[in-house]
């Protein structure tokens, strides 16, 4: 029986569910089935391994950041067949997000719409769940770490919560991701600027030279960006990342922009819109950074990919790898083998 079919008779189920619990559904039972080794019949993507920020992924297909805040379901999400699982965003102290309800699907549009607002148990609770898991243990593949700020931390205190995860996380990494990009966390994108990000990379940049000759280990870091940004955001953004020597950028994002979803149940909910209105705006952002960046450094999109076509447009916009979480809702485990074979 394929994962396409058992996910076709699945997902009536889990949309009759609100999409908050369908999510804490869905992921222990996953984890429970990798634990007993019953995800044999989910296809696997075949070897197409890929050198990115110096990382060799064992295929171009990641998971995104945002599905497994806590790291509490690695194991279940690398039955996928990901090249790489990116987990968090997680926060210095545990902080319970914004309140619920917080996650909407719009399935006319193939998108959802979510204000979670960093809900984590923070950073040790974090590190303890990586550092038990089976995939963490026998090194079994790609790690990403997606670090974040806390609510109530003022925005111009926020390196501090960046450099207090980054020094918990990095030892763990295979690669650690910079959120300056969430909408539900007040202020956050202001980060953005062009003044504020200079002074953010280059004491992260400072404190990962530091933490790459204590740990005798180079971790490379990469800085999440939102999709709403203009040509000129774009270049002082990419000009930061060359100025800063920093590893590889994120694009994009959730969007707030709600255009595509005008009129539809729950369309003007406040939040970060992702799935497929996303994809022509990030798409856009990541031909502007490749336009600025060149080789220079590696670009990962990330936005509205439901197909391997779409996986293929993105890595054509100039993306080195791609990422999923919202098509993995719509479309199930066999979209991850799907865009694999796409860009193989």
Known sequence: MSDKFLYALARPLLFSLDAESAHHLTLPALRRAAALGLTGFIGKPAADPRTIMGVTFPNPVGLAAGLDKDGSYIDGLAALGFGSIEIGTVTPRAQPGNPKPRMFRLPAAHAIINRMGFNNGGVDAFVANVQASRFYQGKQGVLGLNIGKNADTPIERAADDYLHCLEKVYPYASYVTVNISSPNTKNLRQLQGASELDALLSQLKEAQLRLADLHKRY??????????????????????????????????????????????????????????????????????????LGDALPIIGVGGILSGSNAKAKMEAGASMVQLYSGLIYRGPALVKECADALR
């Open 219 to 292: 971790v490379p870091v990469a800085l999440k960006i939102a999709p709403d940004i203009d040509s000129e955001q774009i270049k002082n953004i990419a000009d930061a990342l060359l100025r800063h020597k920093l590893d590889g950028v994120i694009a994009t994002n959730t969007t707030i922009t709600r255009d595509a979803v005008k009129g539809l149940q729950y369309g003007d909910e406040a939040g970060g819109l992702s799935g497929a209105p996303v994809f022509e705006l990030s798409n856009q952002v990541v031909r502007g950074l490749k336009a600025e």
